[in-house]
């Protein structure tokens, strides 16, 4: 299913650190910021991106459902980006 994108093996510390670097990077805003489960918007001039976000600390599981996205934005490019960034924090760490 295209609109939504289970990662798996994700830390609450992986988690903090996707939210930390998204925000600095792209200027995501996850709302509530330190819930398990809410939205996480990117808006800039060129395009929006809206998805909802649900963090199992359990299972490791985060799962993100497409809400709302620019035309522009292909979704396949959502995920990649997502990905990267939890691998990111995987190898460096909190904050990195």
């Known amino acids: ?3 939504m994108k289970v990662f798996s093996g994700v830390t609450p510390e992986i988690f903090e650190c996707v939210k930390a ?3 600095k990077e792209h200027g995501t805003k996850y709302v509530p910021r330190d819930a398990d489960k809410g ?3 990117t808006s800039t001039t060129m395009y929006k991106i809206k ?3 649900e963090f199992n600390p359990g ?8 809400v709302d996205k620019s035309l522009i934005v292909p979704i396949k490019e959502v995920w990649k980006g997502i990905e990267k ?3 990111s924090c995987r190898a460096g760490g909190p904050r990195q």
């Open 59 to 66: 299972s490791g599981d985060l799962t993100y459902t497409l």
């Open 51 to 53: 998805l909802g976000f």
């Open 1 to 3: 299913m295209p609109d």
């Open 21 to 23: 670097k998204s925000e």
């Open 85 to 87: 960034t939890i691998s």
């Open 39 to 41: 939205t996480a918007t």
